[in-house]
């Protein structure tokens, strides 16, 4: 089990980059099988000057995708896929309950159901102060 991973630590496991490194923290990864992280949705993103203007609202779309990250982390720890590439391969469903918006933390928690090859399958389930804002069926392909 890996804890406390910082942004140098993510970045050596994740080819994301700013501004697409849409996790700030990894709190645990027990590789294979379940990562939990956190991001800090601030004003200065660049998305809020369009999303929406005076109402600023993060996107689903972005929400999905810092937990597609998160499930990442997850699978690139695995020895056999270190130095490898996670690609978003579907999104089963992915259902949103609350609004985040600038000042929020999320919290970011996928566990793995299946590793098959080089094809993963996890549940995602994004946080804000403890109430569920997104929850997501997402596919993973390692290349």
Do not use: W
């Not at 406390?4 to 996790?23: E, F, G, K, V, W």
């Not at 590793?115 to 996890?122: E, R």
């Amino acid at each position: 089990m890996l804890t406390d991973l910082d942004s140098n630590q993510i970045q050596a496991i994740l080819p994301h980059r700013y501004p697409m490194l849409l996790i700030d923290h990894v709190d645990k990864v027990e590789p294979g099988k379940m990562a939990i992280a956190r991001r800090n949705v601030t004003i200065n993103e660049e998305v809020f000057n369009g999303h929406f203007p005076n109402n600023p609202v993060l996107p689903g779309a972005l929400i999905v995708e810092s937990l597609a990250q998160t499930g990442a982390v997850a699978l690139l720890t695995q020895e056999e896929f270190a130095g490898k590439t996670a690609y978003f391969g579907g999104i089963k469903s992915a259902e949103f309950r609350k609004v985040v918006r600038p000042g929020d933390q999320l919290v970011l928690k996928v566990e793995l159901e299946k590793v098959k090859g080089s094809i993963g399958v996890g549940k995602g389930v994004a946080t804000v102060d403890g109430k569920r804002a997104c929850t997501a069926e997402l596919t993973f392909m390692i290349g």
